[in-house]
């Protein structure tokens, strides 16, 4: 099956998307192979044969059709680099943004390899939204701060990847981790009137 990893670029992800016998969706033409063949202290190679150098002229204005004329011209660029994949996946994981005062665990490279990162939050949330209107299996996952979050979300990862080969999976969203639609962790919030409470016996 075809699967959409969002944010797009997360090697922990895609590692375990190629291991399942699933192909990985990619923006930019970005694979596993062609990572590991690259040099990393190589920064003049670029590939002009990839997206979005080798997009065509109608092809750039594919992410109009997603965002009105006054939405910004970055963001609709996004959009026509993401159209195949809002078209052709079958399934999608999705990983929330860092934690609030988050402290990382690895360098600043290594975790951006490793997870990528949202980037242009519009464009996040838009894509996200588009994905889940087609109605497919759709895994949500919060962002891993600790050691035994990463193994936790490998197996559940696993699991999902497993479970598409089976039918286990239909067209649902998995979200175990309470998720809202920031795809962050839920916090309970006080009325109003326990806030009131609260104050009143402090005073």
């Not at 997360?10 to 694979?31: P, Q």
């Not at 997009?55 to 970055?74: F, I, Q, V, W």
């Not at 951006?112 to 949330?125: A, D, P």
């Amino acid at each position: 099956m075809k699967i959409a990893v969002i944010p797009d670029g997360a090697m922990m992800i895609i590692h375990l998307v190629t291991k399942n016998g699933h192909e990985y969706l990619s923006s930019t033409n970005l694979s596993e192979e062609k990572l590991r063949k690259k040099d990393p202290y190589d920064d003049s190679f670029c590939d002009y044969n990839a997206p979005p150098f080798s997009m065509k002229d109608h092809e750039r204005l594919t992410g109009n059709k997603y965002a009105s004329c006054e939405t910004p011209s970055g963001l609709r660029g996004r959009m026509s680099m993401f159209d195949f994949i809002i078209r052709d996946a079958d399934a999608a994981i999705i990983m929330g943004p860092r934690p609030k005062g988050y402290k990382h665990m690895y360098n600043h490279l290594n975790e951006l390899i490793l997870f990528s990162c949202v980037g242009c939050y519009n464009h996040y949330k838009l894509l996200i939204q588009l994905i889940k209107q087609k109605d497919i299996p759709i895994l949500e996952l919060a962002y891993p701060d600790n050691r035994e979050k990463i193994i936790c979300m490998i197996d559940r990862i696993n699991d999902f990847l497993q479970g598409l080969h089976t039918g286990k999976y239909k067209n649902e969203v998995i979200n175990d981790d309470n998720l809202n639609c920031d795809m962050r962790p839920y916090k309970k919030k006080i009325s109003l009137n326990d806030l009131e409470k609260i104050i009143n016996e402090f005073n």
